[in-house]
């Protein structure tokens, strides 16, 4: 065996022996069994906080309705105030109460700051709390999870899955197999660069492996804390009407309705207080003096969104070139062109089915072109486009449409279509000359879009509807933050943003 094979071998032996190590690492590291305790009342002498018992309800995976339950637990202790003033709980408003808040935790002061933060002096729906940026959002919840982990280890109910020890030499045993991979790489007469690509390959994945394992594990005195929980949980779902009750009804049961909460008991209310991203689609907005919800409307499907008049005009192109190229091939084309009968005709460059493909596929990829859409992957899409063509026998129905005269029944709706939709791209090219419009309101969501060139959506509340339809801003324009005030300068036919500042409320 060359020198070259045994670095290989030695490679591939040692990502063997990682996944072995890594194994056994998480048989050992697994959480012990929570044993359920007794259904009881008691809460305990030192009872930890509601955000703590979310991440022990969770098994040490996550905290979820942590942010919910240490609000709920905030209002049980006088700090804030959720009213109900109608039947629906959806309109339940949050208040803060101005008293003394020197003694809270991290977390509790993260989530009271948010709640100041929306609610002010005069309060805010409980539906205004959610984050109107999935990015800040991620990064908050973030934050909330480090702190309330840090609490529970102080405690003595979580510590780290894998030792420091243990993390630091599955890293670095990670990097082995590349090493080795790589050496074997440059025995073999290869340059550097191909040896520290191939050294690379190998620890993308185990980083990856390993990193999505490094988490929290229960110690034993946290497994027996969360027993007693669940025995909290077991009383509590054994009163049928806890899970639906409203967020306002924390002034009746005090701490319990945080801790059901935090033990996703209170159904109902978690579903109504979020700390996350919210509901792109309807959004809580005070712009105008008065807190209500706004209903957006995304134009996902709207031809011409956003499009400036050159691009109005390179698109009105693209479809006047299939409407016309399409007229053209089936007023040109005769019968003589194909062949359809003889000993070669099943594998003749002119048999019917691949000569009609090849015009439709060519008029629509000098389309393309025209629209200025054509990609490294056109050629291969229309390859595959003339596919049908090349196994449809003359003696089949494209090959008595080349004996036809005049445009197709298909061609027919195409060129129709086509020409509708030139006419369209000239009109919004006509409206887009007009003089813009101005639009001054509070940014409610900024939404990307999957190509990162295609503009963004802009939702923007003016304070004087109830519904609002997303305008386009170009994807080079510099982000609006959500909850600024804005002015706009738009066309209403593409609603594409021109320009964008700064202004009062």
């Known amino acids: 065996m060359s020198l070259e094979d045994q670095f290989y071998w030695a490679g591939a032996g040692l990502i063997v022996l990682w996944f072995a190590a890594f194994w056994l690492s998480l ?24 955000a703590v018992v979310a991440l022990l309800a969770n098994r040490w995976r996550s905290v979820d309705h942590a942010a919910a339950a240490t609000l709920l637990d905030l209002a049980a202790r006088g700090l804030v105030e959720v009213r109900q003033p109608a039947a629906d709980p959806g309109h339940s408003t949050v208040h803060v109460t101005g008293r003394d808040a020197t003694d809270l935790t991290p977390y509790e002061q993260r989530v009271l700051a948010r709640i100041t933060e929306q609610a002010g002096g005069s309060g805010a729906p409980i539906g205004a709390i959610a984050f109107r940026a999935e990015e800040r959002a991620k990064a908050w919840n973030s ?22 020890l243990l993390a630091g030499a599955l890293s670095v045993a990670a990097f082995g197999p590349g090493v080795l991979l790589g050496l074997g790489v440059l025995t073999g007469g290869h340059n550097v660069r191909a040896a520290l690509v191939v050294g690379v390959l190998p620890s993308v994945p185990l980083m990856y492996l390993l990193t999505r394992a490094l988490g929290e594990r229960a110690t034993r005195f946290g497994l027996e804390r969360a027993g007693h929980w669940a025995g909290v949980q077991t009383w509590l779902r054994a009163h049928e009407d806890f899970a639906q009750l409203p967020p306002a009804a924390v002034t009746v049961w005090d701490r319990y309705f945080a801790y059901g909460a935090a033990l996703a008991v209170t159904t109902h209310t978690t579903r109504l207080l979020g700390f996350d991203a919210g509901d792109k689609r309807r959004v809580w907005s005070s712009y105008g003096g008065a807190w209500r919800p706004v209903r957006i409307r995304y134009p996902r499907l709207r031809l011409g969104f956003g499009a400036g008049t050159a691009q109005l005009l390179q698109l009105a192109g693209a479809a006047a070139v299939v409407a016309v190229g399409l007229a053209l091939f089936a007023a040109l084309r005769q019968p003589d062109w194909a062949v359809t009968s003889g000993p070669d005709a099943s594998h003749s460059l002119r048999r019917p089915g691949l000569l009609l493909t090849v015009g439709w596929v060519g008029i629509g990829m000098l389309a393309v072109a025209a629209a200025g859409r054509f990609g490294r992957w056109t050629l291969f899409a229309a390859f595959l ?36 939709l030139t006419a369209y791209y000239l009109a919004l090219a006509v409206l887009e000359r007009r003089a813009p419009h101005t639009v001054t309101g509070e940014v409610l969501r900024m939404e990307p879009r999957k190509r990162d060139k295609a503009p963004r959506f802009l939702a923007v509340d003016t304070g004087d509807a109830d519904r609002t339809v997303a305008w386009a801003l170009p994807a080079g324009a510099p982000a609006l933050a959500p909850g600024s005030v804005v002015r706009l300068t738009v066309s209403p036919a593409t609603r594409a943003v021109r320009s964008a500042e700064p202004a009062t409320a």
């Open 27 to 50: 048989m050992a590291t697994r959480n012990g069994t929570v044993h359920t305790g007794p259904a009881t009342q008691e809460f305990g002498s030192e009872p930890e906080t509601p």
């Open 143 to 164: 934050a909330l999870r480090r702190e309330i982990i840090a609490e529970a280890r102080l405690r003595g109910l979580s510590r780290a899955r894998f030792a420091p």
């Open 385 to 420: 486009a003339t596919m049908p063509g090349n196994y449809a026998s003359g003696h089949g129905w494209l090959g008595h449409a080349m004996e036809r005269s005049g445009p197709l029944p298909g061609e027919t709706v195409a060129i129709a279509c086509f020409g509708a």
